[in-house]
């Protein structure tokens, strides 16, 4: 089955500055990648998405990039806020007997120091 | 306005009772899941349903049960065969076809074993 890793588990950056999160996937049928974003006590919450016919999307101040051959994609925030504080999901999606199988990564801790 | 609704936030169950999550949504998707949350695992499928009176098993179904009788309701039954059920669950729903929307998550249940 589908397998996604997702680096760093923590990170720590200074408010203005970018966060990167990296992820990989093993399964090159994968070909839907959403990233979610949750902040405490609340569910996670869509932030932004990437098809695999698509190398780069971008949001304001959130950019996804996607490297099919190398099988991973990254999540890009510029000019980070405080409120950009959460944890952040990467996940990976295909098609399985009919149903579109999801599969997360651990997620990664973001946290920006006004 | 749409959305997902879970209840109750918190709940305590006793050693050996069996207790019901309630999940709702208004956002007329077909599908819904519920997944668990621990510190450190990220998110672990349930059960997942593509369709009212069809359900199916995810990684983790083994102590838990749902139903589907209705499009708009998935609850889940955490019985006392789950040996550690203390986590945050979350339920989550989506048009069948996720690849185009995505996943809507609920606020997540914090169930508590005392």
């Known amino acids: ?114 | 306005d749409g959305g997902i609704t879970q209840s109750p936030k918190y709940l305590f169950r006793k050693e050996g009772q069996n207790v019901t999550l309630s999940c709702e949504q208004n956002l007329n998707h077909d599908a819904m899941y519920w997944y668990r949350q621990d510190p450190g695992q990220g998110l672990r499928l349930i059960y997942y349903s593509q369709i009212v009176n069809d359900f199916q098993k995810g990684d983790i179904a083994e102590g838990y049960s749902v139903s589907r009788e209705k499009k708009e309701s998935f609850p889940l039954t955490v019985t006392s065969a789950q040996k550690n059920p203390t986590a945050f669950y979350l339920c989550a729903s989506s048009a069948i076809d996720s690849l185009n929307y995505g996943y809507t998550f609920g606020s997540g249940t914090r169930l508590t074993v005392v």
């Open chain 1, 1 to 114: 089955g589908e397998n996604v890793e997702q680096h760093p588990s923590t990170l720590s950056v200074q408010e203005g500055d970018s966060a990167v999160i990296k992820c990989t996937y093993s399964d090159s049928a994968s070909n839907y990648f959403p990233w979610y974003k949750q902040e405490l006590g609340k569910g996670p919450q869509l932030i932004i998405d990437i098809r695999s016919n698509v190398g780069e999307k971008k949001d304001q101040r959130i950019a996804v990039t996607l490297n099919k051959t190398a099988k991973h994609f990254s999540l890009h925030i510029t000019e980070t806020q405080p409120e950009d504080s959460a944890v952040y999901f990467c996940a990976a999606s295909l098609n399985s007997g009919g149903y579109q199988k999801v599969t997360f990564g651990i997620g990664t801790k973001l946290q920006v120091i006004p």
